[in-house]
C-alpha cells in the first residue's frame, strides 16, 4: 500500500544505467556527471501572450522561475546545465526579459550552459551559454522532442499525471519514463501540461511506463496506477 506526502522529496532512480535524482522543482540531477537538467523554461510567455493580443498575465513568470532555477543551482553546484529546449516562449521574449536577463546571465557565467534548441526557440541564444541542436553524454541523447534512439531525455510534452487520492485527486506535472525514454516536466511557471495518458506520449514508450510526480509521492508509479 502506498503512502503519500504532498512534499516531494527529491526521488533517486536509475535510467541508461546512470544514477540520476528527480527534484521537487521539475529539475533532474546527475549527480555523476555533475550535470543539471531542466525542460522548458518558457521565459517570457506572459510577454510573448500579451504581445499577441491575450490575456494579460503578471509578468512575474521569468523571475519566478529564475529563482527556482537559482535555488537549484546553489543547491546541486553542477558542472554542466542543460535546457531542453524552450528556453524562451519565442526568439523576441529572450530580447524582452529586462532585470530578468541580468539574473539569466549570471547563472549561463556560473556553469558550462547548454542551450538545445526547441520548436519555440530554434535559433541560437545571445544570454550566455552554448546552443546545440542536441547532445550526447555518457551514452544519453538530450533532445528536445522525444522520439529518436535511445536512451534519451527529452522535454516539449510538459507532462502531467493525475492519481485518485482516498479524499481527493491529485493532479500534478510529472516525470514520465521507460527503460529507453525520459519525459521532463515543464519547468516554467506558465507552463500548461499534457496528460502522460495522452497518445502523443504514451506512443514515445516501448515499455511500460512509470512516472514520478512532482507534488508528490517521492517513488515511481507505474502509469497503470493513474486515472485520466
Known sequence: MFRFCFIMQPTPFTFGGEAFTALPSGALWWEGASVLVVADLHLGKSQRIARRGGALLPPYDSAETLTRLTADIDQTAPTTVISLGDGFDDMTAAGELGEA???LRDLTARTDWL???????????????RSVDEIALGGIAFRHIGGGAGPEISGHYHPKAALSLRHRRLVSPCFAMS?????MPAYGTYTGGLSVLDPAIQGLFDTPAKVILTRAPGHT???ERLCA
Open 179 to 183: 527503460d529507453t525514454r525520459l519525459v
Open 221 to 223: 508509479i507505474p502509469v
Open 115 to 129: 542551450w538545445v534548441a526547441g520548436n519555440h526557440d530554434p535559433e541560437p541564444i545571445s544570454l550566455g551559454g
Open 101 to 103: 536577463a541580468d539574473v
